[in-house]
């Protein structure tokens, strides 16, 4: 059995799970189907925890979109991109957190189980992760606007399938979802499938 984590960037990490030969009963699988958010929420406070030691180091790069809290949600320290970003998507708020994010802070479990903070603006979104008491911001683009069709024909791309099994499955020809995979591209501004499944996760 295999369990795949979340992607970051181009990589993806998966547990290969092996009982030597015998396999799993339905139990075995339904025990890990109810650990797996559990075991991402932890995989994704390491990834956490090892940008944060990325970003503390390069605090003074521009690539760096770091807060640093004190107690009581004021922040202690945020590099010019985190302020740039704070201030983009929540206007100026000196020293203080803004409202949304000390909410959002002050809410729900502790930040190993937190699910990030998402806040679209346009055609970018803000992701901000809490992380042992400080703030990793990231920006992304958005998805753009798909079609039910094209949204049906990238998630099928997404598991894998190639052309002509999704033109079966969808009851189409293999030139309409070449037509469909070409609006998605341009729509996401990529140019393989490989992008474009990794743009939908």
Same mark, same amino acid.
Not at 31 to 54: F, I, S, T
Not at 106 to 117: F, K, T, V, W
Not at 133 to 156: D, F, K, N, S
């Given at each position: ?14 547990f &290969? &799970?092996?009982?030597?030969?015998r396999d799993f009963?339905r139990? #075995?699988? +339904?025990?890990? #189907?109810? $650990?797996?958010?559990? /075991?991402?929420r932890?995989?994704? +406070?390491a *990834?956490?925890?090892h940008?944060?030691?990325? @970003?503390?180091?390069l605090?003074?790069s521009?690539?760096?979109a770091?807060v /640093?809290? *004190? ?9 010019s991109? +985190?302020? %740039? &970003? $704070? #201030?983009h ?8 957190l803004? %409202?949304? =994010?000390?909410?959002?802070? !002050?809410?729900g479990?502790?930040s @190993?189980?937190?699910d990030?903070l998402?806040?679209?603006?346009g ?5 901000? %992760?809490?992380? #042992?008491?400080?703030? =990793? =911001?990231?920006?992304?683009?958005t998805?753009?606007? $798909?079609?039910?069709?094209e949204r049906e024909?990238?998630? /099928?791309?997404?598991?894998g399938?190639? !052309?002509?099994?999704?033109a %079966?499955? $969808?009851?189409v ?8 995979l070409?609006?998605?591209y341009?729509? =996401? ?7 474009? +499944?990794a743009?939908l996760?």
């Amino acid at each position: 059995m295999q369990l795949a984590m979340p992607p970051r960037s181009h990589s993806r990490y998966f547990f &290969l &799970l092996d009982r030597c030969g015998r396999d799993f009963s339905r139990r #075995d699988r +339904a025990v890990l #189907d109810v $650990l797996n958010p559990h /075991l991402v929420r932890l995989y994704r +406070a390491a *990834e956490n925890r090892h940008r944060l030691g990325a @970003a503390l180091a390069l605090h003074e790069s521009a690539h760096a979109a770091v807060v /640093l809290l *004190e107690a009581g949600g004021r922040v202690a320290f945020a590099s010019s991109t +985190a302020r %740039e &970003l $704070l #201030d983009h998507y929540f206007g100026r708020n000196g020293a203080e957190l803004p %409202e949304a =994010l000390a909410s959002w802070l !002050n809410e729900g479990p502790g930040s @190993a189980a937190r699910d990030p903070l998402r806040v679209e603006r346009g055609e970018r979104a803000l992701i901000v %992760e809490s992380v #042992d008491g400080a703030l =990793l =911001l990231e920006e992304q683009r958005t998805m753009p606007r $798909l079609t039910a069709r094209e949204r049906e024909v990238l998630e /099928l791309v997404a598991d894998g399938s190639p !052309n002509a099994e999704i033109a %079966e499955r $969808l009851c189409v020809s293999v030139g309409t979802v070449r037509k469909h995979l070409d609006n998605v591209y341009a729509k =996401l501004g990529v140019h393989t499938r490989t992008a474009a +499944a990794a743009f939908l996760r």
